[in-house]
């Protein structure tokens, strides 16, 4: 064989072989945000039934407090409530569109990282904001249940219901802060994970 035969050769091999890698790595990029993507599935599930619950538990509110028109306090915690209520789904609704927005394909990693961060940062503002107003948001339900369905007035016994929503509230919490720690933080966390590897991949590239 020639010298410029093998040299032919050879050229033909390293571009075959550049073009596989080329192939093997955007292969491995697609996989690494898919993955990404299924992560980040969880969080938009929690948000679409926080969304759906919401707004069966304000109608539910809306209609004990119609039933209890003539007791103005009740009327009054039901107002309460709904408030509240339409702030969390509008929350919720803000949330979805933040997770669904995200580009995951055709945007540069770096830029990836850089509108997760911004995802997680309004994400946890909004949680904070949710854990302030929950007991405004508990505490008209309760009231209004115990009237509705138990016809326990609980002004009457404010002593007794205290003491049992502050257990409830408690309960509640953990229940939420652990929700948030596995559908939230732990997703996020390993996204940030999968990201960050992407992007040293692509700068050892």
Known sequence: MEPDDIKNTWAQYDQSLTSKLRIDEESLRIVNLDRTKDQME??????????????????????MSIRLKEEPIYLLLGL????????????AVKKIILLKQVNY??????????????????????????????????????????????????????????????????????????????????RIKDVEKIIARLKEFEKDS
């Open 105 to 186: 394909y055709d945007t540069p990693v770096v830029k990836l990282q850089a509108e997760l961060a911004r995802i997680k940062k309004r994400i946890l503002k909004f949680r904070k904001t949710e854990l302030l107003l929950f007991p405004l948001y508990l505490l008209p339900l309760a009231a209004l249940t115990s009237k509705t369905f138990y016809n326990l007035d609980v002004f009457s016994n404010l002593t007794q219901f205290a003491g049992k929503f502050a257990v409830a509230l408690g309960v509640a919490y953990l229940i939420v802060l652990l929700i948030h720690k596995h559908l939230y933080d732990k």
């Open 80 to 91: 309460i409530g709904v408030l509240v209520g339409l702030l969390y789904i509008k929350f």
């Open 42 to 63: 969880y969080p938009y599930i929690s948000e679409m039934v926080e969304l759906i619950g919401g707004a069966l538990v304000a109608a539910a509110v809306v209609v």
